[in-house]
């Protein structure tokens, strides 16, 4: 072959050989870029699927919430679950449970423990206080003005430590308790009224410092004689009804409840064997000169003037 030959070939062998590695290069590039599409692709498909994933994630997130999420700003609280719960059984237990003890049990044994010893105790004590234990007849201490001291025999004729009186009446409409109320007299010597000792309204009863000086001496009816305030005492501690200084009054502890303060009002001056009497009967009048009188008549079969046991007879 000829050297031009020769040279021809070797040149279209070097040709052919670099046109073959350029084929070779240009197939591996689109081979890369092919890769590299599906890669692409697989990426949209994968975030196209990661996105209809979030997609359903959100969807069950908003449906279901989950116990540790947090609500949404704009959201009501989820007060279907625990305040219902807490509001309907916890407040239902406290209200109905806590409250209905203590109104009932407290309420109960306060208002009914405390109100009937406070009842009971002072409404006992207070009526025992002041009105003392019923009589036979059921009745109880007189107030101020329901009796009054109506008559008083301060120096009679007869022996004056023997047959002094005194009357009482009822001006109230029930009967009304002496027992337990004090006699006193002007020097402050004092008598309890002791037993039971009744007097009814309307009547006139006798106190005398001797029932044998009474009926014997100045022949005073036993029937309106109620009692004796000179039994079991001495003649130094006996009331003593004074001639010149003398009064006698009826109290209930220290509530004067009837007077007769005589000697004050100037009854004493030559009022001798005769009582004087009271013709207004009521507390106020017997504070008033004007409202007692000297009696002017004697009683049957007595030898001093007075009504023992009767109504006034001044005119």
């Given at each position: 072959?000829?050297?031009?030959?020769l040279?021809?070939?070797?040149l279209?062998?070097?040709l052919?050989?670099s046109?073959?590695?350029?084929?070779?290069?240009?197939?591996?590039?689109?081979?890369?870029?092919s890769?590299?599409?599906?890669?692409?692709?697989?990426?949209d498909?994968?975030?196209?699927?990661?996105?209809?994933?979030?997609?359903?994630?959100?969807?069950?997130?908003?449906?279901?919430?989950?116990?540790?999420?947090?609500?949404?700003?704009?959201?009501?609280?989820?007060?279907?679950v625990?305040?219902?719960?807490?509001?309907?059984?916890d407040?239902?237990?406290?209200?109905?449970?806590?409250?209905?003890k203590?109104?009932?049990?407290?309420?109960?044994?306060?208002?009914?423990?405390?109100?009937?010893?406070?009842a009971?105790?002072?409404?006992?004590?207070?009526a025992?206080?002041?009105?003392?234990?019923?009589?036979?007849?059921?009745?109880?201490?007189?107030?101020?003005?329901?009796?009054v001291?109506?008559?008083?025999?301060?120096?009679?004729s007869?022996?004056?430590n023997?047959?002094?009186?005194?009357?009482?009446y009822?001006?109230?409409a029930?009967?009304?308790?002496?027992s337990?109320?004090?006699?006193?007299?002007?020097?402050?010597?004092?008598?309890?009224?002791?037993?039971?000792?009744?007097?009814?309204?309307?009547?006139?009863i006798?106190?005398?410092?001797?029932?044998?000086?009474?009926?014997?001496?100045?022949k005073?009816?036993?029937?309106?004689i109620?009692?004796d305030?000179?039994?079991?005492?001495?003649?130094?501690?006996?009331?003593?009804?004074g001639?010149?200084?003398?009064?006698?009054?009826?109290?209930?502890g220290?509530?004067?409840?009837?007077?007769?303060?005589?000697?004050?009002?100037?009854l004493?001056?030559?009022?001798?064997?005769?009582?004087?009497?009271?013709?207004?009967?009521?507390?106020?009048?017997?504070?008033?000169?004007?409202?007692?009188?000297?009696?002017?008549?004697?009683?049957?079969?007595?030898?001093d003037k007075g009504?023992p046991?009767?109504?006034?007879?001044?005119?």
């Open positions: 072959m000829r050297p031009s030959t040279r021809h070939a070797a279209f062998s070097v052919l050989a046109t073959a590695g350029v084929i070779v290069q240009g197939c591996a590039t689109s081979e890369t870029d890769i590299d599409d599906e890669e692409s692709m697989s990426s498909a994968s975030t196209k699927d990661g996105s209809k994933q979030n997609a359903s994630d959100a969807k069950s997130d908003t449906l279901i919430p989950t116990k540790d999420a947090q609500p949404d700003p704009g959201e009501e609280p989820d007060a279907d625990d305040p219902g719960t807490d509001s309907g059984t407040a239902g237990k406290d209200s109905g449970t806590d409250a209905g203590d109104s009932g049990t407290d309420s109960g044994t306060d208002s009914g423990t405390d109100a009937g010893k406070d009971g105790t002072d409404s006992g004590t207070d025992g206080a002041d009105a003392g234990d019923p009589g036979p007849g059921g009745s109880v201490l007189p107030l101020q003005g329901e009796v001291i109506s008559e008083v025999m301060f120096d009679p007869t022996d004056d023997t047959t002094e009186w005194f009357e009482v009822n001006a109230s029930q009967p009304k308790l002496l337990g109320l004090t006699i006193e007299d002007y020097n402050g010597r004092k008598a309890t009224i002791k037993g039971t000792l009744e007097i009814q309204p309307g009547a006139y006798l106190f005398v410092n001797s029932l044998a000086g009474a009926t014997n001496t100045a005073i009816p036993a029937s309106v109620a009692y305030y000179g039994v079991g005492t001495t003649q130094n501690t006996v009331i003593q009804l001639n010149t200084n003398g009064s006698v009054v009826l109290k209930n220290t509530t004067e409840i009837a007077r007769a303060k005589y000697s004050t009002l100037g004493t001056s030559g009022n001798v064997n005769q009582s004087v009497q009271l013709k207004v009967l009521t507390y106020v009048a017997a504070a008033d000169k004007t409202k007692w009188c000297q009696s002017p008549n004697k009683w049957p079969g007595g030898a009504t046991g009767a109504a006034c007879d001044c005119p």
